[in-house]
């Protein structure tokens, strides 16, 4: 079967953050907000079909996930990322974000230091400082037009002794780097010598293009003895690859029994009583029926990518796209145009009319650069383009 990735659903009036709340909040009704992680698609149809025959049942009690969500997971994470996980690793949490708190409460000293190479998705730095923990940056190199580690200044961070921990996005958000193994594996040595927790976000692991591939950080640590599994935890969900973010849930595994522990102790504290419902039938439906949508999906974002990185260099020179290899995200260097942070923002929505993530928000080395959302028709991507190429070019 072939999916139609170009119709464009509308998505105002139905209580969307980017499409509702965004045109409000900047007093721009006819806003094109291509900001937060969601897409502009219809989750797969058999996922809509799992959520559509639950809902027809009426009946919304409190629901616990069964033995077949379960094995819907393991079955996933072995077919997709090699790794043959035990169904008492996987605990939940309403997201990444979430879970991320919860370890850092959990399994962290108060005031200890937590490190992360910047930029990184923004949430993280505000979980940190928020459960009173102190961000102990390292810095991403932009090199040979994409970004690396500078496994030196990570080195440094992971010295302090403050730190106990230590974020990791694979892929990157916002970069949209699909990290090899034998940088997973440098990243991994550095917890290992240090003794960190390394919290690893893998949401985006589906979204990787021609040329590449997602390594799971666990299939690294994995290949090093089961022992290096004990202070990893890995971060996922179905949302991202499914569009599926507003139903809240996500799976993470914990081979570790005492960290596992320690992370239950931490959702009693916070009377959170586990997933809901809809995602407890969706998420399997999507992990064993949807794998062909997923293909198509991946293969219809590298397209937009392709063109979004062809119009900025055909059409907006002053902008220069990094070009990424995984997530629906492009990170945009705006430096050329000569502006602040905050005058790119009001560039963007007030004379473009183009809503973009600015770069400041992700932390050190991202002022003058923008992130931006391509999971959406083609069309809208034309359209966001003529309107930046206009604004650009009544600057020149």
Not at 80 to 105: H, M, S, T
Not at 363 to 370: F, H, I, L, M, R
Request: one cysteine or more; proline letters at 6%.
């Amino acid at each position: 079967m072939t999916y139609d990735f170009d119709r464009v659903v509308s998505r105002r009036g139905t209580c969307s953050l980017r499409w509702d709340e965004h045109p409000v909040k900047f007093h721009e009704p006819d806003l094109i907000s291509l900001t937060t992680a969601d897409m502009g698609f219809q989750a797969p149809p058999p996922v809509r079909e799992a959520i559509e025959k639950a809902a027809a049942h009426g009946i919304y009690g409190y629901s616990h996930p069964g033995s077949d969500y379960y094995e819907a997971v393991v079955e996933r994470f072995a077919k997709q990322w090699k790794w043959d996980i035990r169904p008492e690793w996987l605990v939940f949490a309403p997201g990444v974000v979430n879970a991320i708190a919860y370890c850092l409460q959990s399994m962290t000293s108060e005031s200890c230091g937590v490190v992360m190479p910047l930029p990184m998705y923004h949430p993280f730095a505000h979980v940190i400082e928020n459960n009173h923990r102190l961000l102990l940056p390292s810095q991403l190199v932009r090199r040979d037009g994409t970004y690396v580690l500078d496994l030196d200044s990570l080195e440094r961070a992971a010295t302090d002794p403050r730190a106990e921990a230590l974020i990791f996005c694979n892929p990157h958000n916002p970069i949209g780097r699909a990290w090899t193994a034998e940088e997973l594996g440098a990243v991994l040595d550095i917890c290992l010598r240090h003794d960190l927790l390394l919290i690893c976000d893998e949401i985006h692991n589906a979204f990787v293009f021609s040329g590449h591939r997602f390594t799971s950080m666990a299939a690294v640590a994995q290949s090093r003895g089961e022992d290096t599994l004990e202070k990893l935890i890995i971060c996922s969900s179905a949302s991202k690859a499914y569009n599926l973010a507003g139903l809240q849930a996500a799976d993470i595994i914990i081979p570790s029994e005492k960290l596992r522990s320690l992370y239950q102790q931490s959702l009693m504290q916070q009377f959170y009583m586990g997933i809901g419902l809809f995602p407890i039938v969706a998420y399997p439906a999507a992990y064993r029926e949807c794998d062909d949508w997923l293909a198509q999906l991946v293969t219809y974002l590298e397209g937009n990518r392709d063109y979004l990185v062809k119009e900025f260099a055909g059409r907006v020179p002053e902008i220069v796209p990094i070009v990424p290899e995984a997530t629906y995200m492009i990170w945009l260097d705006c430096r050329a145009l000569g502006m602040s942070d905050e005058e790119l923002e009001q560039f963007f929505v007030h004379k473009a009319k183009v809503s973009l993530n600015n770069g400041s928000t992700f932390g050190t080395g991202g002022t003058g650069y923008v992130r931006m959302n391509f999971a959406e028709p083609r069309s809208i991507l034309e359209e966001a383009m003529d309107r930046i190429a206009g604004a650009v070019a009544s600057l020149r």
